[in-house]
């Protein structure tokens, strides 16, 4: 699955292909959120950036025999056509999806490419309309068709532009359901989101007041226009995360759906979190764990460190949302940690790798570097192996083989360049010169101190 990027921000040019574990490295300013929250925002979105040719007999046939047969073959000859268009769309959309000033994104160019689809597998899907109507889509295993049924039962009729824009997502959602991964982002704003998300809507709901208050008759396209969010969409994405936090911790992962066998993924989390979260009459609250001799308090939300605060969403993917196969897409996963922290993030990521989830990560941490480092060079034939792992106290969960992970690095020749990855980890020369300098800093310092 590769993204291609010209004119995008800082980056004149380059590929980013994705892997099991992806890393984006590079100074400061240099279009890592950028190139992250796109990749992100297209899969997420791809239902809705290609519009398929539905046709209108096969609108009337479904209409009116009550099923239809949709040839998949027909669209997947077409599908590097659609991907084309997709990529048209979404170049469209930056400025919007960024929420950028007009023409930011002019000269930019995202495209996707050199994907393939398997449709080999069973897909399933009903769309409710109202209690009135029904939706069935059903491919069985290895079949190339897909069957629709729709189900009345009181005389209504849904507009034909409906029934094609339906129509059209969920044939794009069977066309990549087994190839593109469900794509979920943890901003690096999720600090600030998880303090404020509360203000916000009560700042959109006196606007909302004032507006209604007001003599004129009510425009809704002005009113959503005038107040539109000053954020990229990745952080309005989190924000309605965090606002549907009671209800999404009604669902379970399958990460929850299996704890045994994902035992050292929840292990790793709780030691990050040092406690968990409760939901008690809308409120968020983090419960420390309970130490020898010191009472058990809950404390609110707005109240915890820093560090919880950044790990809310993380939680929240792990225990409610993440599907095997996902994406994950975290900015800066060491942020507001401890460099200890840091180095149980780098096993969190390697076990959810692991586990089947994609993450992709951009990040400044030397911590997390070393770390998946130290994990790839357990791939090899070590001597003391055993012993090195529990001393150390690394599972076979956090073992990467080097092919499992690609890295790439924005320099100041504006490029996004792919860095190798062998027995020993990444090569990340970037890091090394920087602590070369601070050490040759030291000990120059050091030595010349007058006794």
């Known amino acids: 699955m590769k993204f291609q990027f010209k004119k995008f921000g800082y980056v004149d040019e380059g590929i980013l292909e994705l892997s099991d574990l992806t890393i984006i490295c590079g100074p400061n300013n240099i279009g890592k959120t950028y190139v992250s929250y796109s990749i ?30 949709i040839d998949l073959n027909f669209h997947q000859q077409k599908l590097s056509s659609y991907l084309v268009e997709a ?35 069973k897909f399933e899907k009903s769309i409710k309309f109202g209690h009135k109507q ?8 290895s079949s190339q068709n897909l069957f629709i049924v729709m189900q009345v039962t009181e005389n209504s009729e849904i507009p034909n532009r409906i029934l094609e824009t339906c129509i059209s997502e969920v044939i794009v959602e069977c066309l990549f359901s087994d190839s593109l991964p469900k794509a979920f982002v943890v901003t690096s704003e999720r600090t600030g989101i998880s303090l404020f998300y509360k203000e916000i809507d009560i700042y959109r709901s006196a606007i909302l007041d004032n507006y209604l208050g007001q003599d004129d008759k009510f425009n809704p396209v002005k009113f959503l226009n005038e107040t539109r969010a000053r ?3 990745p952080i309005q994405d989190n924000i309605d995360v965090i606002r549907d936090h009671e209800i999404l911790s009604k669902n379970t992962s399958f990460i929850q759906e299996n704890k045994k066998n994902y035992k050292p993924i929840l292990d790793i989390l709780t030691q ?18 309970k130490e020898q001799n010191r009472n058990q308090i809950d404390v609110p939300f707005y109240l915890a460190s820093s560090s919880i605060k950044s790990l809310f969403l993380i939680d929240i993917y792990i225990n409610h949302i993440a599907e095997k196969r996902g994406l994950l897409v975290i900015d800066e996963p060491e942020l507001n940690l401890h460099p200890d922290n840091q180095r149980k993030m780098a096993s969190l990521l ?20 070393r770390e998946l480092n ?10 003391n192996k055993e012993e090195i792992m529990n001393k150390n106290a690394i599972l076979t969960e956090d073992i990467l083989l080097p092919e499992q992970v690609k890295a790439f690095v924005v320099k100041n020749n504006h490029f996004i360049q792919e860095i190798a990855v062998d027995k020993y980890g990444i090569n990340l020369q970037i890091f090394d010169e920087l602590i070369a300098e601070s050490n040759t800093l030291s000990s120059d310092i050091y ?4 006794d």
């Open 350 to 369: 390697a076990r959810l790798v692991n586990a089947g989830v994609k993450v992709l990560i951009t990040t400044h941490s030397d911590y997390i570097i």
């Open 272 to 289: 990050l979190l040092g406690g968990d979260f409760k939901f008690v009459n809308g409120q968020i609250f983090y419960s420390p764990k």
């Open 231 to 233: 954020y990229a969409r």
């Open 40 to 69: 992100y925002g297209f899969i997420k979105n791809l239902k809705s950036l290609i519009k398929l040719p539905i046709n209108i007999d096969q609108i009337e046939e479904l209409k009116n025999r009550g099923s239809v047969i």
């Open 447 to 450: 030595y010349s101190i007058k």
């Open 87 to 121: 990529s048209k769309n979404f170049n469209s959309n930056l400025e919007y999806y960024f929420s950028s000033p007009n023409n930011f994104f002019k000269s930019s160019n995202f495209i996707f490419k050199d994907f393939q689809v398997n449709i080999n597998n």
């Open 134 to 141: 029904n939706l069935l889509f059903d491919k069985e295993i």
């Open 374 to 383: 130290n994990r790839i060079m357990l791939s090899n034939d070590i001597e």
